[in-house]
């Protein structure tokens, strides 16, 4: 899910070419279409030194090994139907499943295992009424994501008992429903969205909301996300009182949650030396059931560069992103909720390595990536992230999102007494080996800020890893 980053970049430029592969259309004709989807990936991952070395302090007993080698492999068949009728009108529909398995234990300490679910499965039904203006319905299992992807992206989880933690190939939510209508630029979608959680996690979360949206004609959007949580049994971290002590977890904190998320990029903005965007993101969640007095905030802003006539379009972009944190001298909770957002490392994902351990709540981070194309097909980018807490003496997540590791009251989950998190370095190289098959390697490394190291209350040392795969779309 964290660095991986083929799967989710790879895809989208190897999708486009499958898409139009008429070799896996299986039958057009009478306005009816049926195509064979498939998809498999490869993933060798390599880490030292892992989440620090913080185990051998908070969790000597569980004789964690913090140098590990695994092996994620998956695969996704499917098909999909789509059948015109008179008045305009067209069916559509999507079935794909997924495999999944690790071979060895990852980062989490899971492994030698995997699952075989159902990824997609709706039906839906659309209506043309102009060259402007459509509309759809559809329900079932299926992909979908609101703006840019800071709260409602990744409805599928990986990893644990399912495997391929890193690849993270299930996107898809195991139930929803979308209403969509579009006129012109502007288009609005309703949706009821049930999450497919790993069963070893499953809190059970159900929500609903809108997303409104304007696109630019030259890349620029616009638009907002409202959401509320309609059923939840996930717990939230809250800071104890002053900041001394270990936290407090509050079940069921996330049922009730509204959010309101705005999203904007500019159009692609021409100048003498190429081309420009500026971007801005912003949320503010709340909660006013009884017992769960929450008001929390989060938000990126975002420039890049790209050098259009200069040898290998070299390009550099700058990313600020911060989430609050529970203030320990409130009664209120304040932690953001990031719920369920895309974790590319060109998106979401806090850091690179750090983005394993540090979800984004109570973080800050200040973020560089500079990417060049030697030729069409490959493409080189180094990233670095300077990460920081919001709030001193209030938890920080440490482990994977879904659940909370606290280590004999003791952890930093706890929260950190300075706000330098980690510095994170990323070289990634990607290559289109053919118009389906991707290939991506990467080597990260991720420095321990003072905050860490005086939670650990020892110098720890450089988080090493380094990974490749390689990936298959048709």
Do not use: C
């Not at 486009?16 to 993933?43: C, H, K, P, S, T």
């Not at 898809?172 to 502007?186: D, I, N, Q, T, Y």
């Not at 944190?325 to 850091?351: C, H, I, K, V």
């Amino acid at each position: 899910m964290f660095s991986a980053a083929a799967l989710f970049v790879g895809l989208g430029a190897a999708g486009a070419f499958a898409q139009n592969d008429e070799r896996f259309v299986y039958r057009n004709d009478n306005g009816l279409e049926i195509r064979l989807l498939a998809q498999a990936g490869v993933n060798l991952v390599g880490e030292s030194n892992l989440f620090w070395t913080l185990s051998d302090t908070f969790a000597r007993s569980a004789d964690y090994e913090t140098d590990k080698v695994w092996v994620e492999y998956y695969a996704k068949p499917g098909v999909s139907i789509s059948q015109t009728l008179p008045g305009d009108l067209s069916l559509y529909g999507k079935a794909s499943l997924v495999a999944s398995y690790t071979q060895g234990l990852d980062a989490y300490d899971e492994g030698d295992s995997g699952r075989i679910t159902l990824e997609e499965g709706y039906v839906g039904i659309a209506k043309r009424f102009s060259a402007l203006s459509e509309a759809d319905f559809s329900v079932g299992p299926r992909e979908f994501r609101a703006g840019t992807g800071m709260l409602l992206a990744n409805g599928g989880s990986s990893g644990f008992e399912r495997g391929a933690l890193k690849f993270g190939p299930r996107k898809a939510w195991e139930m929803s429903a979308l209403a969509r209508a579009k006129h012109g630029p502007f288009s609005a979608t309703a949706f009821y969205l049930d999450p497919n959680e790993v069963p070893s996690s499953d809190n059970e979360n159900r929500l609903a909301g809108f997303d409104m949206r304007y696109d630019g004609s030259t890349g620029g959007f616009a638009g907002l996300t409202y959401l509320n949580v309609l059923h939840s049994n996930s717990a939230y971290p809250r800071a104890a009182a002053g900041g001394t002590g270990a936290p407090t977890i509050q079940p069921g904190a996330r049922e009730g949650l509204n959010a309101v998320s705005i999203y904007l990029r500019s159009n692609t903005l021409e100048n003498p030396y190429g081309t420009m965007f500026f971007a801005l993101d912003g949320a503010v969640e709340w909660n006013e059931e009884t017992g769960k007095d929450m008001l929390a905030w989060g938000g990126r802003l975002q420039a890049g560069h790209t050098w259009t006539k200069v040898r290998w379009l070299p390009s550099l972009t700058y990313t600020y992103k911060t989430f609050s944190g529970d203030d320990p001298s409130t009664a209120r909770q304040e932690r953001f909720d990031p719920l369920y957002y895309d974790g590319n490392p060109s998106t979401w994902a806090t850091g690179s390595k750090s983005s394993m351990t540090f979800i984004n709540s109570n973080v800050q981070a200040h973020e560089l990536a500079f990417a060049i194309k030697p030729t069409q097909r490959d493409t080189l980018t180094l990233r670095y992230a300077h990460i920081r807490a919001n709030e001193l003496r209030s938890p920080i997540q440490f482990g994977q999102a879904t659940r909370f590791e606290i280590a004999g009251g003791d952890n930093i989950v706890a929260g950190v007494t300075n706000a330098h998190l980690a510095d994170d370095f990323f070289l990634e190289y990607s290559r289109i080996v053919t118009p389906n098959a991707y290939l991506t390697a990467g080597i990260s490394a991720s420095l321990p800020g003072t905050g860490l190291e005086l939670a650990a209350g020892r110098s720890l040392p450089v988080w090493y890893g380094g990974f490749v795969n390689l990936v298959i779309n048709y």
